[in-house]
């Protein structure tokens, strides 16, 4: 399982940006598909989450403002960013998780087994 993630850049506070991130050799009839990011010299953090069948969790910080999507079809899963905070700058990484399970569990990163390599989001105030 590859994934790649793409679509960061540099953004002035209170714009937007929409992350991809796309998989290849993703079979799995079950599976989740999530964002977390990082900043400098922080820990890496849970963005949002979302079954294959859509259902969606996300941090206190991207609700109402982040929206996390997929197309199956594509194996690609979005995460738009509107509102864009200058605390909002970080690495963002996409990770995958096959199977069942709590999907209040994913809010953890040890529970993902397939990461990005991350894109860069900088938000400029």
């Known amino acids: 399982v590859q994934l790649q993630a793409s679509g960061g850049g540099l953004v002035q506070a209170g714009g937007s940006l929409s992350l991809s991130c796309a998989a290849s050799g993703l079979t799995f009839s079950n599976r989740y598909m999530g964002w977390f990011r990082q900043a400098p010299g922080k820990e890496r953090e849970f963005v949002a989450t979302m079954s294959r069948s859509g259902t969606a969790i996300y941090s206190d910080f991207a609700k109402g403002r982040f929206t996390i999507s997929g197309d199956n079809r594509k194996k690609t899963t979005y995460l738009q960013m509107n509102s864009l905070r200058p605390e909002d700058t970080a690495v963002y990484f996409c990770?995958?998780?096959?199977?069942?399970?709590?999907?209040?569990?994913?809010?953890?990163?040890?529970?993902?087994?397939?990461w990005g390599q991350g894109t860069l989001v900088t938000v400029s105030s």
């Open positions: 990770a995958a998780r096959p199977g069942s399970i709590i999907l209040s569990e994913l809010r953890a990163a040890y529970n993902y087994d397939y």
